[in-house]
């Protein structure tokens, strides 16, 4: 049963182009994350956001920018796209910080050209 | 900082036969661990979680003992099925709050079961 919802779940786009992923979660959480995983399969954090709040914000390059609108909803832009950028970007969600169980969405593959 | 060694690459395995899937951890705090499970074009979902006393956390038939000692927390089944072919992850949170709770993936495993 599907409680995280990413869209769109495949982008294919230009090099210096901008792209939004919406991602939201249904399950009521205050905790909300992007991951990236590329193509060997490494999954890193990327942002998390904690009652709307960052919480974490490991080392991306400045042109992703997580945007919250409420605690349900996380989503992601990328303003001008680098061929590196080419990864499955997966939304996650949990009821807190540290302990608890994360829940991901589908995710969303993007392909740069 | 966290970092999660665990068995790199491809674990291939005839049906029937044991799996043990190493994971080994770096911690300056308080780590809780974690085995999340991908299976192919799904998202990742959690396995087992470790426990703060000594209960073994077990769920379907696969369980991790959490020993501090080593700083380990393999992952084991008795026996494989077709089914337990997947992408395996062992992960690390620091509960004390360092590193702002952030879940730190190990490179994963990739579990092949074969008749």
Redo the contacts between chains.
Sequence with gaps: ETA?FQTPNYHVTQVGNEVSFNCKQTLGHDTM?WYKQDS??????MF?YNNKQL??N?TVPRRFSPQSSDKAHLNLRIKSVEPEDSAVY?CASSSG???Y???????TRLTVL | GDSVTQTEGLVTLTEGLPVMLNCTYQSTYSP?L?WYVQHLN?????LL?SFTDNKRPEHQGFHATLHKSSSSFHLQKSSAQLSDSA?Y?CAL???S?GS??????G??T?LTVTP
């Design positions: 995280v994350y060997k399969k490494l999954l890193k954090i998390s919480i974490v490991e997966l910080l540290g302990a169980e994360q829940y991901f969405g589908p995710g | 809780f974690f799904e998202a990742p979902k959690l979680k992408l992850y949170s620091d509960v709050g702002n709770y952030k879940l730190t993936f490179k994963g990739l």
